[in-house]
């Protein structure tokens, strides 16, 4: 399925608080995205959407078609955190492949920051099992392990986050737009030792769609700047923090290895990466999970200024979760999607293989994904 279908569209909502509901920050990104890949959404005949995190609905998937004013024959909702915007892309390209539709909308919103987060502070629920950590706490936990294990010093969380506060500043549509230096990350707050406020993610309301569809289709219809999907892989784990048999490596190792091997690239292929940076750790773990250095060796990859635009493996250079938006993945396509067409706001010079990773719950689900011109 290398190359097959194509990402044709784009569209976003502002990030920040924005006080709308969830249904109608879809359709603002869907409409968007249409007009981006010039189609009319009479000719949509798919739509899958992430269940919003912060108030879960039944027959979402149907309210957000409803809005838009579509009739898709395939559709509906989908929750598997962060990482389920990826795993609709697959979903889409898998239901045109078996021609069950020809144009799928795939779009993600959530207003946390207008309404209630308390989501996040008991992840999978309120009893004895799963209410046992908070977002920030299980992820405050990976990072100590990491730290125990390999020694990762703070100059090793301060670069993803020095990043992308830089790229986030640069970019004028970023919900947060201020840089910091080491000393800044340093003076940062605990949150969750050894979370500091500098390695967690913002709050954000918010929605980012795209539209896919194949190849062909995409040719048919003019459409010169959509942008061929190389690689997709997923992976997850059902075990809660205490039942792993390790923290510190995650399900992004079959993920990323089944996203390469299906576009028959390597790590060093890649000249941009948009990867999921809900706290500083994710990223560091994802860098080394994927194989772009061995286990223990990221605070090394990441020094000096290697992951800022102009170094040699820039990532999430629209700023991110930490800085554009926290509105969980879908931000992240849509960047690396610009990347490629050559549209972004801190371009990547001569970037041809982009990557994006995904990830849901406290590194319980992921899922990665190759495009390329």
Same mark, same amino acid.
């Given at each position: 399925m290398r190359g097959r279908y194509v990402i044709a569209g784009l569209g976003h909502t502002a990030y920040g608080k924005l006080g709308l509901d969830t249904v109608t920050l879809n359709v603002q990104a869907c409409a968007e995205a249409l007009s981006d890949a010039g189609i009319d959404k009479g000719a949509v005949d798919a739509l899958f959407v992430k269940t919003p995190t912060s108030n879960?609905?039944?027959?979402?998937?149907?309210? @957000?078609? /409803? *809005?838009? *004013?579509?009739? $898709? !024959?395939?559709?509906?909702a989908w929750d598997q955190g962060g990482a389920a915007n990826i795993t609709l892309i697959a979903w889409a390209m898998m239901a045109i492949e078996s021609r069950q539709c020809e144009i799928a909308l795939v779009s993600y919103a959530d207003n946390p920051r207008s309404g209630s987060s308390a989501v996040y502070g008991r992840p999978r629920g309120n009893d004895a099992l799963h209410g046992w950590f908070s977002t920030a706490a299980g992820y405050g936990m990976i990072q100590r392990r990491h730290m125990i294990e390999y020694g990762t010093p703070p100059e090793a969380f301060a670069a993803v986050a020095m990043a992308a506060r830089r790229h986030g500043a640069a970019n004028p549509k970023a919900q947060l737009r201020a840089a910091i230096s080491f000393d800044d990350y340093l003076a940062s707050p605990w949150v969750v030792e050894p979370l500091r406020r500098d390695d967690c993610c913002l709050v954000s309301d918010g929605a980012a769609a795209v539209v896919v569809m194949s190849a062909a289709r995409a040719r048919s219809l003019g459409i010169d700047h959509a942008v061929p999907i190389l690689g997709i892989g997923e992976g997850q784990t059902s075990w809660e923090l205490p039942a792993r048999e390790t923290l510190t490596s995650t399900e992004a190792v079959k993920a990323g290895r089944l996203a390469f091997e299906m576009a028959g690239l390597r790590p060093a292929d890649v000249d941009v990466a948009q990867l999921y940076d809900?706290?500083?750790?994710? $990223?560091?773990?994802?860098?080394?999970?994927?194989?772009?250095?061995?286990?223990?060796? @990221?605070?090394?990859? @990441?020094?000096?200024? !290697?992951?800022?635009?102009?170094? /040699?493996?820039?990532?999430?250079?629209?700023?991110?979760?930490?800085?554009?938006?926290?509105?969980? *993945?879908?931000?992240?396509?849509l960047e690396a999607v610009r990347q490629v067409r050559g549209s972004a706001n801190l371009q990547v010079q001569g970037a041809s293989v982009s990557l994006v990773s995904n990830q849901g719950g406290t590194m319980h689900t992921h899922a990665a994904m190759l495009l390329g011109g």
């Open positions: 879960r609905e039944i027959l979402y998937g149907q309210k @957000v078609a /409803e *809005g838009l *004013g579509i009739q $898709p !024959r395939w559709g509906g809900c706290f500083t750790i994710t $990223p560091l773990m994802t860098l080394e999970d994927y194989g772009f250095c061995a286990k223990g060796e @990221v605070a090394h990859f @990441v020094a000096d200024g !290697r992951i800022e635009i102009g170094g /040699e493996l820039p990532i999430n250079t629209s700023g991110g979760l930490l800085s554009e938006t926290g509105m969980p *993945g879908m931000q992240l396509i």
